[in-house]
């Protein structure tokens, strides 16, 4: 009998081995639920506000990504000002979402911007020591459920922190910005 694929993974460790009781100690778990103030800012949910140099303005990653997802159409503006849940909500209801080739990078040069813009999350970054993961608890007994798509996510939070702690701008950032000016031209 053929498995079903799933976009998850279940389990008492997320994929890169952490467990929730340790957020914070081990690891900083970039999740709206997580433990840490550093974990909870970088969530795509947070409400934190920037505008992206190229895009405009959002309230949060989460309705970037619905933005995104959208093709950056301004028919789907309202997923600007929009954080928390209530983005996914919204950015669900769209019917025509499609992935791109760059959409990843495009997510991560989001998040840089978000981090710069905020003193207390570029200084927090900084300043953290531990790996980041990325994961979701669910029921009673706290089963992890770690989205397969978060290694991506990961590593560009590892790449970005530390190109913030090196005091250099990150690669993402840098192709995602020359990408936007050819689109200018």
Same mark, same amino acid.
């Given at each position: 009998m053929a498995t079903k694929k799933t976009k998850y993974q279940a389990g008492e460790k997320s994929i890169m081995g952490y467990s929730k009781a340790?957020?914070?100690?081990?690891?900083?778990?970039?999740?709206?639920? @997580?433990?840490? &103030?550093?974990?909870?800012?970088?969530?795509?949910?947070?409400?934190?506000?920037f505008v992206h140099p190229y895009l405009g303005p959002f309230?949060?990653?989460?309705?970037?990504?619905?933005?995104?997802?959208? @093709?950056?159409? &301004?028919q789907n503006s309202r997923l600007r000002y929009l954080s928390g849940f209530r983005a996914k909500q919204v950015g669900r209801e769209i019917t025509d979402l499609k992935w791109y080739k760059e959409f990843k990078d495009d997510i991560l040069a989001?998040?840089?911007?978000?981090i710069i813009q905020h003193d207390r999350i570029r200084e927090l970054m900084i300043e953290s020591e531990l790996p980041f993961d990325h994961y979701y608890t669910f029921g009673e007994l706290n089963v992890h459920v770690t989205p397969k798509e978060s290694e991506w996510l990961i590593r560009g939070m590892e790449d970005i922190r530390l190109a913030l702690k090196e005091g250099v701008?990150?690669?993402v950032w840098l192709e995602a910005e020359e990408r936007y000016l050819a689109k200018k031209k």
């Open positions: 340790k957020d914070g100690v081990d690891h900083i778990n970039i999740h709206s639920m @997580g433990k840490t &103030e550093l974990g909870k800012l970088l969530s795509h949910f947070a409400h934190a506000p309230y949060s990653i989460e309705g970037f990504w619905y933005f995104a997802r959208a @093709g950056f159409n &301004e989001a998040n840089y911007q978000k701008v990150p690669s």
